[in-house]
């Protein structure tokens, strides 16, 4: 009997006669994306994963499901409703906050001085922010507020992992956000962003007026051990191989743990090089389609031994977290803020199926399917969906 699989492989001749050669092209390659998942993770003896590990990935009709399905999400056609990206603007205000004896974080203000306010959160942990950062949001309207976590970007300590804990940025939020004479503000979070995003929103839901999230991550072990542990080695052996080959044969039983030992070396050349490798690991897999520019990051020791030090760092710990489903479980305190999702449909860094649990748990979130698109917030089509999710907000503080 010719499966499923198969017959998309049949078709796919018939399907070049109606598309254009990127759509066709597309297709190809989501095809060759299921099978090898398929092939792979759920079958493949190699690998640890098991079906078991991914058992919330079988979309079950539930009426959650079957209502997503159903239902038309409002940002892909909305009449009128801005989806390009703001051109570069330079921020107005520009500090350092010192939030404990030993870290002072940088931060910085654009747009609207008077406008309403939005806090933007990193991914990583350790990625810090950059000026791109500052175009998702329309700047008459917003009060743009960007600034990196404890030991990434500009702030100080560099990479330094000591109280630098998820609870500890929660404090950090709080406090840039009192010295900033802010009562409340929009919550925009990406990757880690919206893991801490969602924690914050939880500690805090009095001070949280919308929520933007982005490639959901719950930092579940089925996560890490997708991206860490040989699950996305099936879609990316090329970036796999010189990641795993770093660490010893006897020693990759958890590769977490093993760079954990060498990015906290005594020996700083040990710790760049481990940390190299570590952040271009990342950087290969974040696109749908290869990304020269997003790849030469992990060549840059100073981003990378930041990068790679604090986000092992965070795995190690599981997030500070209390337990794995933490953040689904505590929903109910933020059920009433409203907020849209934006997932990429072919993330290899933070799977859908993590978004997916999450819109199960809170279908009153608007969830936004981007179809062609992997991890980044600078895809093209994340990138239009993130900047009319911020529209959309928009809109409801002005009653429009």
């Known amino acids: 009997m010719v499966n499923h699989y198969e017959l998309s492989i049949y078709c796919l001749p018939l399907f070049q006669l109606f598309m254009s050669p990127f759509q066709y092209f597309s297709i190809c390659i989501v095809s060759l994306w299921v099978f090898t998942i398929e092939s792979f993770c759920f079958g493949g003896p190699k690998l640890r994963l098991s079906a078991q590990t991914f058992s919330s990935l079988d979309f079950q009709e539930s009426s959650v499901a079957m209502d997503s399905i159903k239902k038309p999400l409002g940002l892909n056609n909305p009449p009128g409703l801005n989806k390009n990206l703001y051109p570069p603007i330079e921020p107005y205000s520009v500090g350092f906050l010192k939030v404990s004896d030993i870290h002072t974080i940088y931060w910085e203000q654009s747009g609207n001085p008077d406008g309403h306010p939005v806090v933007f959160l990193h991914g990583g942990p350790g990625a810090g922010t950059s000026p791109n950062n500052r175009r998702f949001f329309d700047p008459e309207f917003y009060r743009i507020i960007l600034f990196d976590q404890r030991g990434a970007g500009k702030s100080t300590p560099h990479a330094c992992l000591e109280n630098?804990?998820?609870?500890?940025?929660?404090?950090?939020?709080?406090?840039?956000?009192?010295?900033?004479?802010?009562?409340?503000?929009?919550?925009?979070?990406?990757?880690?962003?919206?893991?801490?995003?969602?924690?914050?929103?939880?500690?805090?839901?009095?001070?949280?007026?919308?929520?933007?999230?982005?490639?959901?991550?719950?930092?579940?072990?089925?996560?890490?051990?997708?991206?860490?542990?040989?699950?996305?080695?099936?879609?990316?052996?090329?970036?796999?191989?010189?990641?795993?080959?770093?660490?010893?044969?006897?020693?990759?039983?958890?590769?977490?743990?093993?760079?954990?030992?060498?990015?906290?070396?005594?020996?700083?050349?040990?710790?760049?090089?481990?940390?190299?490798?570590?952040?271009?690991?990342?950087?290969?897999?974040?696109?749908?389609?290869?990304?020269?520019?997003?790849?030469?990051?992990?060549?840059?020791?100073?981003?990378?031994?930041?990068?790679?030090?604090?986000?092992?760092?965070?795995?190690?710990?599981?997030?500070?977290l209390p337990s794995e489903t933490f953040l689904l479980d505590g929903i109910d305190k933020i059920r009433h803020i409203t907020t849209v999702i934006v997932q990429g449909r072919y993330d290899v860094c933070c799977p859908m199926t993590s978004a997916w649990d999450l819109h199960k748990a809170w279908p009153e979130a608007q969830f936004e399917v981007v179809p062609d698109a992997g991890h980044s917030a600078n895809e093209p089509g994340i990138a239009a969906m993130l900047v009319a999710a911020n529209e959309k907000l928009k809109n409801k503080y002005t009653g429009k």
């Open 164 to 320: 630098n804990t998820t609870w500890d940025l929660i404090s950090d939020i709080e406090k840039l956000k009192e010295h900033l004479g802010i009562l409340e503000w929009q919550v925009f979070g990406g990757s880690w962003g919206s893991t801490l995003a969602l924690a914050y929103s939880q500690s805090h839901p009095e001070k949280v007026t919308g929520l933007v999230l982005r490639g959901i991550f719950l930092l579940r072990k089925k996560e890490l051990d997708w991206f860490y542990e040989g699950g996305a080695a099936a879609i990316f052996p090329d970036a796999w191989e010189p990641f795993r080959d770093f660490i010893p044969q006897e020693e990759r039983s958890c590769f977490i743990h093993a760079y954990s030992k060498r990015l906290n070396s005594k020996d700083l050349e040990e710790q760049i090089k481990a940390a190299k490798i570590w952040t271009n690991w990342e950087m290969m897999t974040a696109h749908l389609l290869p990304n020269e520019e997003n790849s030469k990051r992990g060549d840059d020791e100073n981003f990378s031994l930041a990068f790679a030090r604090i986000e092992n760092h965070y795995f190690v710990n599981k997030g500070f």
